[in-house]
């Protein structure tokens, strides 16, 4: 779930943005500047962090090494390759800022750590800001190293929570891909995907443990065009989320659980957020997970929206406590002022081939408002068991409008 806070950061970290990046590159240059000596950016040439002196102990601090490899990169031309090797590479916060006159792909073999000094971190650890045409890759590990910093996690208690540092973040970039590498036991979210464009997540692992707080799996805003695939999550909180603004996802072949499943929303908490639009779940597995798949909006939400065009198709469900779930009315820890007018209108929904068994009675729920009924919502295919004993499961569902084909009667409430 998104604390109140997490969205207003990410708007004014939008308006800052330039300044920002503007002045990470400064720094850069200035830090190049006065380093006579370093290593001359070699137009395709691999920029190994362990040649100038990272030490790969877990224990000293590579944090500059990073940043001077990113510096020596981004400057250059052609494709820049930057290699972690094997071994354990502590850092604190790795702004990785462009705009870069190269392409650049990090290798990613070793593991990179991020420190447990919350003093070393502004927002985010590892955070990819204006950069287009990158890649992650490997087989290495995004240590978060969440454990030795969760209690300080208020945001379970507080809604307006000061939030963790989350461990990949991209923001305003283009044509990224992450791809092979485990994401471990983030302090916040494992990975935040905001106003960027054409985004690969393929054959990533995301893992914390299931009551960890917060540590959503990939978050995505105001972003077009993400593709997540052939991947495995564990968290303690969505495996993945879509927010407001966000346009063409494609999610396939994902593993979700222990987590709070597949989400879109929270929509409508903030004024001027954009739809979201055009998203397809297909071939993907939910297991032991306290939602499945969900949409849920505020009761009275600050702006008007649309979630638009969504197709959920070929999904397993394994013991899901609400497989599927669309909650317009959606108002934690009492917040809204329950009148019930909701701005969100949900429209153009399909789920099918959706099979399986959910850990509670209630399968489907459909709890769309009375002022907006959800409207164009079809359930195909839909046959989904009671996990336990001596019940059966139904469809709770209210102001929602569609058809149903090929479900058996307690189901189709449509
Ligand atoms: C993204 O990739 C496409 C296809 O390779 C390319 O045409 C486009 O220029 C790239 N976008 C940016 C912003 O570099
Ligand atoms: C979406 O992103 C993928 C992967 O980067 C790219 O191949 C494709 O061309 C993009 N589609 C559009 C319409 O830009
Ligand atoms: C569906 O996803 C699973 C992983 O959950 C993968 O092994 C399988 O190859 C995928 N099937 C297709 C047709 O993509
Ligand atoms: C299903 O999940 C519930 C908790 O959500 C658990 O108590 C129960 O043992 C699980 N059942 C099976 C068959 O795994
Ligand atoms: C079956 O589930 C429904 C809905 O949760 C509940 O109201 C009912 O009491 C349950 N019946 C039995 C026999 O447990």
New binding site residues.
């Given amino acids: 779930m998104v604390p109140a806070g997490t969205g207003r950061r990410r708007r004014s970290t939008a308006l800052a943005a330039a300044v920002v990046a503007a002045a990470a590159l400064a720094l850069m240059a200035s830090q190049a500047a006065a380093t006579p000596g370093a290593t001359p950016s070699t137009p395709e040439g691999a920029l190994d962090i362990a040649q100038p002196g990272a030490k790969g102990d877990g224990k000293s601090d590579s944090t500059r090494f990073i940043l001077q490899a990113w510096t020596h990169a981004c400057r250059a031309t052609g494709t820049q390759k930057i290699v972690i090797p094997p071994g354990n590479y502590l850092t604190g916060a790795l702004l990785l800022a462009g705009p870069c006159t190269s392409d650049i792909i990090i290798r990613l073999d070793g593991n990179l750590l991020g420190t447990a000094d919350l003093n070393a971190y502004k927002t985010n650890w590892i955070e990819i800001m204006h950069v287009n045409n990158f890649a992650i890759n490997g087989h290495g590990t995004i240590d978060g190293q969440g454990p030795l910093v969760w209690s300080h996690n208020e945001c379970h208690k507080s809604y307006n929570c000061k939030v963790l540092p989350n461990s990949l973040v991209l923001d305003f970039s283009t ?3 992450i791809r092979g590498v485990t994401l471990l036991n983030s302090k916040f979210f494992h990975m935040n995907i905001f106003q960027s ?4 997540v393929d054959k990533v692992t995301i893992t914390a443990p299931g009551d960890s707080p917060n540590t959503d799996g990939i978050h995505i805003g105001d972003s ?4 997540i695939r052939a991947t495995t999550i564990a968290t303690g909180d969505d495996c993945i989320s879509i927010g407001p603004g966000t346009r ?1 996802v494609r999610v396939h072949g994902v593993r979700c659980g222990p987590g709070h499943g597949i989400s879109v929303g929270s929509l409508g908490r903030y004024k001027d957020e954009k739809d979201v639009e055009d998203v397809v779940v297909s071939n993907c597995t939910l297991r032991g997970t306290t939602n499945g798949l969900r949409i849920k909006s505020y009761e009275d939400s600050k702006s008007e929206l649309r979630a638009t065009r969504f197709v959920y198709d070929g999904v397993t469900m394994d013991n899901v406590s609400y497989p599927i779930i669309i909650d317009q009315k959606y108002c934690p820890n009492n917040i809204c002022s329950k009148s019930g007018h909701s701005k969100v209108a949900v429209t153009d929904i399909v789920f099918k081939n959706i099979a399986g068994t959910s850990a509670t009675p209630e399968a489907v729920t459909l709890n769309c408002a009375n002022n907006l009924p959800c409207q164009g919502v079809q359930l195909q295919n839909v046959d989904v068991k009671f996990a336990g004993k001596g019940n059966t499961t139904i469809a709770v569902c209210h102001n929602v409008h569609g058809k149903a084909t090929n479900v058996a009667k307690p189901l189709s409430c449509l």
């Fill in positions: 044509n990224v891909t464009k054409n985004v690969v077009t065009n993400v593709t063409t």
